[in-house]
């Protein structure tokens, strides 16, 4: 008898406490009820041989009832990332109980091989874990990690930020064959950066707020103190792109923001060089120097190369897909462009744009003369618009000192009869308007010369230039026009 009374007890005990959690009730989440212990789940070691770590974060129910969280689940599917809730793995949970004024923990793993191609271990893993409330309302934590093994500099928290580098009017090289990976905005001053040939070097870019302003993050800034020189090789060219590697990125322009060379910078040089996916190429502000040769810039959202009020030397180089002039020189300066092909295919700008005036208010109403000196051989400047070729003189012709343009050999796409500027009295041996096909593959980006060019021998020798962009040897006598030299 003693023992019935016990299990009796027993039973009915349990039966309350049945009855007692059968009754407790849940109901829908919203979002206002659940705070995240962290937004951004970083794993921030840099791997250096197939590793795993975990991370956690805390889902709190802040109301006084009992809720309910509709879904918890990773936003990627083949994702490189591992979760689980309150100690059961998974990729996706349901209905999700959570007490009131209790919480749940997720926890995230993460296992990269810095080894894997960046196709399937890119520098920058960005991911998200979703979690849905009110039936449809989606919040969600950011998950990331660094999955290559590379130069993250000048480190990987500078997203966003601007920075400064210096080596007190020394040099630092940049030869690692591991690939740097940019972050921030990067101003250099008091100090030659010199790139190796064969270095990859990735922007990470995106949206950067700077005392309320909003910038283009990710780039590279030069002051006057500062310079760069790039020198690739044919076989190893240097490569400056943005950080995502993926194949629908692969010419995606606007991914970063840049390079840029700041009044008075001096002694800078791209040479077998690749710059592509950024918003503007290569800016070279006033007083400062450049030298660009056998280098590609292309698939920019904006210009390829901007000179304003600058000095540069462009050879062999080639420019095309730009969102805007695959060449703008503004406020004066002084150029000579050498076998450069300009092919200007997906905007309404002209390829080349020059003038010789500085706005000096916002309606330019006021202006000031900046003298102009652009010297052009073998070169090609052509698109599909009726005007490539676009040259504002401020004086209206009454000031040679102020615009003094010639074009040597050049090829020119222009539409005569709806411009106001006499070509002919810049041009020597110009073909403007030729017909036939100038490139063996435009609609494919390929610009070498088509059989039938009519830039086939119709240069003339530049004896200080006699390779093209390719390392092809030129004809002695009669080079090719553009960046490509024919060869059978």
């Not at 920019?300 to 304003?308: H, P, Q, R, Y």
């Not at 490539?388 to 000192?401: F, K, M």
Request: aromatic residues 8%; glycine residues 8%; hydrophobic residues 40%.
């Amino acid at each position: 008898m003693h023992v019935f009374l016990k299990l009796f007890t027993l039973s009915v005990f349990m039966m309350i406490f049945l009855a007692s959690c059968f009754d407790e009730e849940f109901v829908p989440s919203s979002s206002t009820d659940i705070s995240f212990s962290l937004d951004t789940i970083r794993f921030d070691t840099v791997f250096t041989e197939i590793g795993s770590i975990t991370r956690s974060v805390n889902i709190k129910n802040l109301s006084q009832e009992n809720i309910t969280i509709d879904q918890i689940k990773l936003a990627q599917s083949n994702s490189k990332f591992r979760i689980n809730v309150d100690g059961v793995p998974g990729e996706s949970f349901i209905d999700i109980r959570i007490n009131a004024l209790d919480s749940v923990w997720i926890f995230v793993e993460v296992t990269v091989d810095p080894d894997e191609p960046l196709s399937l271990s890119p520098f920058v893993i960005s991911e998200a874990i979703d979690v849905v409330t009110d039936g449809s309302f989606m919040s969600q934590i950011h998950l990331e990690a660094w999955g290559q093994n590379a130069n993250y500099f000048p480190s990987r928290d500078a997203q966003g930020r601007i920075l400064g580098l210096t080596c007190g009017n020394g040099n630092i090289f940049w030869d690692d064959p591991k690939p740097y990976v940019i972050y921030g905005l990067l101003f250099i001053d008091s100090c030659g950066l010199t790139i190796a040939p064969g270095t990859q070097i990735h922007v990470h870019g995106g949206i950067a707020r700077v005392d309320d302003q909003i910038l283009n993050d990710g780039g590279l800034f030069f002051l006057e103190n500062g310079s760069i020189d790039v020198v690739g090789t044919l076989d190893e060219p240097v490569v400056f792109q943005g950080d995502r590697l993926e194949a629908s990125f692969a010419d995606v322009p606007g991914q970063w923001a840049g390079i840029r060379l700041l009044g008075g910078s001096k002694d800078n040089r791209f040479s077998n060089v690749i710059i592509k996916n950024s918003i503007i190429g290569l800016r070279a502000d006033s007083a400062s120097q450049v030298l660009v040769e056998q280098t590609i810039i292309h698939n920019t959202s904006n210009a390829g190369f901007i000179g304003v009020n600058a000095e540069a030397e462009i050879n062999n180089s080639l420019f095309y897909n730009n969102g805007a002039q695959s060449v703008l020189l503004s406020s004066g300066g002084r150029y000579q462009v050498n076998y450069v092909t300009l092919a200007n295919n997906i905007n309404d700008r002209p390829a080349i744009y020059m003038d010789n005036f500085q706005c000096l208010d916002p309606n330019c109403n006021k202006i000031a003369l900046r003298p102009l000196t652009l010297k052009v051989c073998n070169s090609i400047f052509t698109g599909s618009n009726p005007n490539e070729v676009l040259i504002i003189d401020a004086t209206e012709g009454s000031d040679a000192e102020l615009l003094n343009i010639s074009l040597n050999q050049t090829i020119l796409k222009v539409d005569e009869s709806e411009n106001d500027f006499d070509f002919a009295s810049i041009c020597d041996g110009c073909i403007i308007n030729p017909e036939g096909d100038l490139f063996l593959g435009e609609a494919q980006s390929v610009f070498s010369l088509d059989t039938s060019s009519v830039a086939r021998n119709a240069g003339v020798p530049l004896p200080q230039l006699q390779i093209d962009i390719i390392g092809n040897l030129r004809d002695a006598m009669t080079p090719d026009i553009g960046c490509y030299e024919f060869i059978d």
